[in-house]
């Protein structure tokens, strides 16, 4: 199986909080997170490997994540604003072993 | 910051034709260039990947060419389908147990009958 995202749409109100959720391929340990706005290419949120975070990019703190054992990920955004729409990618690789990165479908999240 | 410059951000081009897809990168620590397809309403997938020590990789179709002293890189589509059309984007990464990729800004393909 290879890379599951839930839900695949939502829409949420400015100053709510989301969660979504990202389930990686199989034999994979490693979840990345992007951010894909409209027309631009995938933005690194952060990673997370052994449920912590090892990396982030430029986003602020209200993006959170977690990773359970069995290596599924969740992504939460608080006080949403409007330019938090977007397609959020979860990507998923082996640690150490595999630089390919097998992306889910992603999940567009539109604020109104 | 962006480090992966993309061009052009739109291509059309005749069914059999090449499509070039040109990319530049400016961190010197990145080691490994990927390219990936991604078609509406899907998340990007893996086409093909190319570390600096060569200059060429070839699979299939498709082609990518890379210039380490010029820290620039290609995709070459040859003989372009209808069912090539979609966005492209090169991206790149570093070694390290934690490598975040860095993507470029995206090249929608067109390849018309």
């Known amino acids: 199986a290879g890379v599951t995202q839930t839900p695949r749409y939502l829409i949420k109100t400015r100053g709510q909080q989301v969660t979504l959720r990202c389930s990686p391929k199989?034999?994979?340990?490693?979840v990345s997170w992007y951010q894909q706005a409209l027309g631009q290419g995938p933005q690194f949120i952060f990673q997370?490997?052994?449920?912590?975070?090892?990396q982030r990019g430029n986003f602020p703190d209200r993006f959170s994540g977690h990773q359970f054992p069995n290596y599924s990920s969740e992504l939460n955004v608080n006080a949403l604003l409007l330019g938090d729409s977007a397609l959020y990618l979860c990507?998923?690789?082996?640690?150490?072993?595999?630089?390919?990165?097998?992306f889910g479908p992603g999940t567009r999240l539109t604020v109104t | 910051q962006q480090q992966v410059k993309q061009s052009p951000q739109s291509l059309i081009v005749q069914k059999g034709g090449i499509s070039i897809i040109n990319c530049a990168y400016e961190n010197t620590a990145f080691d490994y260039f990927p390219w990936y397809q991604q078609f509406p309403g899907k998340g990007p997938a893996l086409l093909i990947a190319i570390r600096p020590d060569v200059s060429e990789k070839k699979e299939g179709r498709f082609t990518i060419s890379f210039n380490k002293s010029a820290k620039q890189f290609s995709l070459h589509i040859m003989d372009s389908q209808p069912g090539d059309s979609a966005t492209y984007f090169c991206?790149?990464?570093?070694?390290?147990?934690?490598?975040?990729?860095?993507f470029g800004t995206g090249t929608k393909l067109q390849v018309i009958p």
């Open positions: 991206a790149a990464s570093n070694s390290g147990g934690y490598q975040k990729v860095t």
């Open positions: 990507a998923s690789s082996q640690h150490l072993s595999g630089r390919e990165r097998y």
């Open positions: 199989s034999g994979h340990d490693t």
């Open positions: 997370y490997y052994e449920e912590e975070e090892r």
